[in-house]
């Protein structure tokens, strides 16, 4: 029988880079995991192990985030085996389709990147809280959501503008649940990676990490996947507690104006 009394968490796109960090952050902590991505193929395996070895209990859960007909499925089948579900980490996403002039983007690659940075955002937000809201809650737990969005919700790139029109409409669906969920007691929170070296950005990091060392970022580096997932942990852990709604840059001083 599923057990009740422990925080259960459901982190999307965890598979590798920041959402397999996350979910190893999340296990050794003491939360049961689900580890959601496309399909149950060898690297979601190999991640449950890794989370497992935290000393977790992880589960393998496929399920296109972007297919909204597959929300409640993808819940339940984490739910059913875990236990319910406490926190909800909004980590799958994707890029452009390709980098160029923003005025060749293509509604394909518009549509792509809507579809899973913001849409699904919404709708599996929207499903998660409704599940939480209807049943009996345990008080010593901590309910919450963690979008993963990106920099790119307030650094404009010409060259991507479509990756980040859809992390902008993500930060501000973070904001409207925080100001809805609120009064049932879940907090919202959004993480705002900045230059992380991920299996995502292996093709400009190079590039990037010049830029930091060059004073792009304040710390001259590129940030590591595993220190999002303390961010996360911290979040979901309510170890800020009384706070909801709130944006961390999590970009080693990027977005920080100076001059």
Do not use: W
Not at 2 to 30: C, F, H, M, N, Y
Not at 152 to 166: L, W
């Amino acid at each position: 029988m599923a057990d009740a009394s422990r925080q259960v968490a459901l982190v999307t796109g965890a598979g590798r880079g920041i959402g397999l960090a996350i979910a190893k952050a999340l296990g050794a902590a003491g939360f049961a995991v689900a580890l959601n991505d496309l399909a149950v193929g060898s690297e979601l395996t190999r991640a449950v192990e890794s989370v497992r070895e935290t000393g977790a209990e992880a589960i393998a859960v496929a399920g296109d985030v972007a297919d909204l007909s597959k929300h409640e499925q993808i819940l339940r089948a984490a739910s059913d085996v875990l236990g319910p579900l406490t926190t909800l980490v909004n980590n799958a996403g994707v890029g452009v389709l390709s980098r160029g002039d923003l005025l060749d983007v293509t509604e394909e690659s518009y549509d792509h990147c809507m579809a899973v940075n913001a849409k699904a955002h919404f709708f599996l937000t929207q499903a998660f809280a409704r599940s939480v809201i209807h049943v009996e809650r345990s008080a010593d737990l901590f309910y919450s959501i963690v979008n993963v969005t990106s920099s790119n919700a307030v650094a404009a790139a010409a060259q991507r503008g479509e990756y980040c029109a859809s992390k902008a409409a993500a930060a501000m669906i973070s904001k409207v649940f925080a100001t809805r969920l609120g009064q049932e007691g879940i907090a919202v929170f959004d993480v705002q990676p900045g230059l992380i070296e991920t299996e995502m950005t292996a093709p400009v990091k190079d590039s990037y990490r010049k830029r930091a060392e060059a004073g792009l970022t304040l710390f001259p580096r590129l940030g590591q996947p595993a220190e999002i997932g303390m961010i996360v942990r911290t979040l979901a852990t309510g170890a800020l507690p009384y706070m909801t709604g709130q944006v961390l840059s999590a970009d080693g001083g990027l977005l920080l104006p100076r001059y």
